[in-house]
């Protein structure tokens, strides 16, 4: 391991002020460091962004949230708020990683964790996203859990976070400070597709620093499923933050995101538009769900991805229907 610095941040204003070009922001440390330990990242400078004021979360009257980065994932998940309001976002932490890990994770780290992509972890193996220009062995390689959506000829990775894809049905977005101010970005900008430059997850400017979450009120019954290769301690191969509301038997609104499907968490815009206005109906939810998945384009290995999808979407709006 490379020798670097250790700083404590009080205040954002030195938390931006102590970023320099190697610099990381340090959460948990239960991504940055097992990536340290591997050789892939290598800062000269860890600056601990935990201790900042931004520990809490707070429910506005009409019932929206505002999350602070530091919030510990644990805490996020067990919130009775949350639980109340947004069950979805509370059911996706849970469905993360292990007690231990959510215990020591923090909301901004959740949402900036790298891909689980094996070849980004070796750095015996060229990989575009961690050496650009490189290659990407996995878009003929090993790729059964790769995107299906929006990859491209520079990486077939996908997003890690199960809270990212609850927040993209959650249409939340990111607060962002750093040293020429504060910006807001909607979470559905917030994450990039690869293109020719999958060295960068999002389209955060460096030094940025993560302060809050803000989440709208939802208002409709919510789910996250997740399917996995084993039941805990395993990323999606694919999930679904899911809700519905239906009156009279017909669908008044939705929201369908995915995860385990591409390199940002994928909103199912199309089988949304296409569910709005008619009858909840496992006919329609089927349809739906075909499709959103007619602009998959599957690799080698992950074929398989597109009927579990499909399952999951007419599962998740299925059981969410007969809660209505
Ligand atoms: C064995 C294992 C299994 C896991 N399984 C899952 C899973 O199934 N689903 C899932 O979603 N996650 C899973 N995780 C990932 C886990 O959720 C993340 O490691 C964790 O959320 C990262 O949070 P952290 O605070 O420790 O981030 P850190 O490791 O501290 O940081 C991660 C990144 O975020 C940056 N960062 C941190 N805070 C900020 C901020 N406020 N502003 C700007 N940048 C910041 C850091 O510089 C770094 O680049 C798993 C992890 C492990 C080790
Ligand atoms: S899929 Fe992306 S992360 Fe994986 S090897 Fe290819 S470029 Fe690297």
């Avoid at 505002?66 to 509370?90: E, F, M």
């Avoid at 990683?97 to 215990?103: D, E, K, L, P």
Wanted: proline share 6%; aromatic share 6%.
């Amino acid at each position: 391991m490379r020798p670097f610095t250790y700083e404590r941040a009080d205040s954002v204003d030195d938390a931006v002020a102590l970023h320099g070009e190697q610099t990381r922001y340090l959460g948990g440390g239960t991504n940055l460091v097992d990536l340290m330990r591997l050789g892939v990242e290598q800062p000269d400078r860890l600056v601990d962004v935990t201790r900042l004021p931004y520990d809490q979360i707070t429910v506005a009257p009409d019932g929206g949230l505002l999350i602070g980065a530091t919030v510990r994932n644990s805490d996020l998940a067990v919130s009775w708020s949350v639980r109340q309001t947004h069950p979805l976002l509370s059911q996706a932490v849970l469905a993360g990683a292990s007690g231990q890990i959510r215990n020591q994770a923090t909301v901004g780290g959740n949402l900036l964790q790298r891909t689980r992509c094996s070849y980004f972890q070796d750095i015996t193996k060229p990989c575009n996203k961690r050496d650009p220009g490189s290659g990407c062995p996995a878009r003929k390689g090993e790729n059964h859990n790769m995107a299906i959506f929006g990859h491209s000829t520079a990486c077939v990775a996908t997003h890690p976070s199960d809270m990212a894809v609850a927040l993209a049905a959650l249409d939340a977005s990111v607060h962002v400070h750093s040293r020429e101010g504060k910006r807001v970005l909607p979470l559905s900008d917030f994450y990039r597709f690869p293109k020719d430059d999958p060295s960068r997850d999002t389209v955060l400017k460096p030094g940025e620093l993560i302060t809050e979450v803000e989440v709208p009120p939802l208002g409709m019954p919510s789910s996250y499923r997740k399917v996995r290769e084993r039941a805990s301690f395993a990323f999606a191969l694919v999930s679904i933050a899911g809700a519905l509301k239906v009156e009279d038997g017909v669908v008044q609104d939705c929201r369908i995101a995915l995860g385990g499907v591409a390199h940002k968490p994928w909103r199912a815009h199309r089988a949304e538009e296409m569910l709005r206005g008619v009858a909840a109906t496992k006919e329609n939810y089927l349809r739906a769900a075909d499709a959103e998945l007619e602009s998959a384009h599957p690799l080698r290995e992950n074929g398989y991805k597109i009927p579990l999808a499909r399952n999951l979407i007419v599962r998740t709006m299925l059981s969410l229907g007969e809660g209505a």
